[in-house]
């Protein structure tokens, strides 16, 4: 089969995205993608060897070294980017319909997060960088001094499978702004969709080498993390993948910024509103079938207003509509894969043998013989020490806790490794202030969890380090330089 540079509509895709253009893999692997809701083929990609990476990053340190791209103006940058979104909001449509076979997100939402987000994140970028003083001179003791701000370099962008085209832009967009060149390794669980980076950033005219695109596994993985050539490593995935990586980058003196997994709490004060709490679940604890790592997946319950939640809980999980993601009344498509699909099986297991009350679902769902669906599920009385309520689920599976008053509702919230999202559900607004204030989290919401790309986001404890999104999110690109002038 001829592979052509834009190959947009072709599912199969088994050339690298080096240089500006599509090269042939140095290895013989492959990998097959499977349709979350089908299990069947979707198409086939080539896995990266070390020598794969080893020439994408040779291109990505040309580019800034010797290229255009580390010499270019801002302007000239934002400029690029505005092309670069503009190609791929015209691609937007079948991208998002892509990422939903690949891992079963619901269609609107990867409109969303992967058809419409990823350029709104390049122009939001390419308008920043222009206002951003990148050499500012002011005086000193023996006369002035010039605060420059550089590229970081060549960035090393590692991503997952549950986001895959907007948590890759996470990084993308404030690397060009900043005259980083990027290589992006993507996950295999999501094989097929980054390469729609390639062609847009080739019908945008971005110099060869600014960006290249090599999927591949955890060990070639590592091998970008470690590649000399590389300055900056940005990573989202597991916190037990971020240890290994953030070791190494501190063993190099190697910039990092990690963005983990999460064990978020959405904390229902005495004076919630059910209606309020159940209208904004579907973003706090079920978007993308809670494969999110802001998943709020422990539901602290004042003990007052306790039996009534859980019931109403346990309604609204036996009512969501669970199915095939591109169809856009569905609001629970499968899990990623069957592998993950064991693990989320295997965490209801876990719930049924503690002493926590199964109140709904439990198992997959009745009528869905094909692909990798569990039922929305519930777990009651669970302790904060439980299994269910210390572990990352990464599915639709939920442990509620009853509190007592809102100090120990916010001692169970910090109880955890964790501390990424988080939601306060109360009618008293500055009550409700009061408790996210004192939850030791990166993000939390009140009485709705909506993720705002113009602010930082990130983790405190075990789900990461830095920030990204937001004006913040270009800091990690550039460096500072000071140059002593007499
Ligand atoms: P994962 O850690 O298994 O893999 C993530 C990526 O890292 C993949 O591309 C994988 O190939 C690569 N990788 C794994 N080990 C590596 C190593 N040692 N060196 C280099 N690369 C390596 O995670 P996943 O299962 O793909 O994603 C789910 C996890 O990601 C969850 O824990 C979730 O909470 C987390 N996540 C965090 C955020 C955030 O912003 N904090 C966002 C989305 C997902």
């Not at 270019?72 to 503009?86: G, I, L, N, Q, W």
């Not at 691609?91 to 419409?116: D, W």
């Not at 919630?272 to 978007?287: H, K, V």
């Not at 439990?362 to 599920?377: I, K, L, M, Y």
Request: charged letters at 20%.
């Amino acid at each position: 089969m001829t592979i052509t540079a834009d190959q947009s509509t072709d599912l199969d895709r088994t050339r690298f995205f080096i240089n500006g253009e599509w090269v042939e893999p140095l290895g013989t692997e492959t990998h097959t993608a499977l349709e979350a809701a089908t299990g069947e083929r979707l198409g086939t990609a080539s896995m990266g060897t070390d020598a794969d990476i080893n020439a994408a990053v040779g291109a990505a340190r040309k580019a800034l070294d010797d290229g255009p791209w580390g010499r270019t103006t801002p302007e000239e940058r934002a400029a690029a980017m505005h092309r670069f979104a503009d190609a791929l909001t015209a691609r937007a449509e079948s991208t998002s319909k892509l990422v939903s076979q690949e891992n079963g997100m619901p269609i609107g939402l990867s409109s969303a997060f992967n058809g419409a987000a990823p350029a709104g994140l390049l122009q939001m970028y390419a308008e920043i960088i222009k206002t951003v003083p990148l050499e500012v001179e002011r005086p000193s003791v023996t006369g002035s001094t010039i605060v420059r701000r550089e590229p970081v370099g060549v960035v090393g962008a590692i991503t997952p499978w549950n986001y895959p085209q907007v948590l890759a832009m996470f990084k993308i967009a404030p690397a060009l702004a900043a005259g980083c060149t990027i290589v992006l390794k993507p996950s295999p669980e999501t094989a097929l969709d980054s390469y729609v980076f390639g062609d847009a950033a080739n019908e945008a005219g971005l110099p060869p080498g600014v960006l290249n695109i090599v999927l591949a596994g955890r060990e070639s993985g590592a091998a970008l993390v470690s590649h000399p050539d590389v300055d900056k490593v940005a990573f989202t995935g597991s916190t037990a993948a971020g240890r290994i990586i953030g070791a190494e980058c501190g063993r190099l003196i190697r910039r990092v910024t990690l963005e983990l997994g999460g064990k978020s709490a959405a904390v229902f004060l005495a004076d919630g509103d059910i209606d309020t709490l159940l209208a904004g679940l579907g973003m706090a604890s079920f978007m993308n079938n809670s494969q999110t790592c802001t998943t709020q997946s422990r539901i602290l319950v004042d003990r007052s207003r306790y039996a009534d939640v859980v019931e109403a809980l346990a309604e609204y999980t036996r009512n969501l509509t669970v199915g095939n993601p591109l169809d856009p009344s569905v609001q629970i498509g499968p899990m990623a894969s069957e592998t993950h699909l064991n693990r989320v099986m295997g965490y209801i297991d876990v719930g049924r043998n503690s002493d926590a009350r199964l109140v709904s679902g439990g198992g997959r769902p009745a009528g869905q013989d094909r692909g990798w669906f569990v039922e929305p599920t519930v777990f009651a009385d669970v302790k904060n020490t439980d299994q269910l309520a210390r572990e990352e689920v990464f599915g639709p599976v939920m442990a509620v806790i009853p509190f007592d008053g809102d100090d120990e509702a916010v001692q169970i919230a910090n109880d955890s490794n964790y501390g990424l999202g988080g939601s306060v559900w109360s009618s008293d607004d500055e009550r409700a202030l009061a408790v996210a204030r004192r939850v030791r989290t990166g993000t939390i919401g009140v009485n709705s969890y909506n993720i705002d790309l113009g602010s930082p986001f990130g983790g405190m404890k075990d789900s990461g380090v830095g920030r990204e999104l937001g004006p913040e999110g270009l800091n990690n690109y550039l460096e500072y330089k000071s140059i002593y002038k007499v």
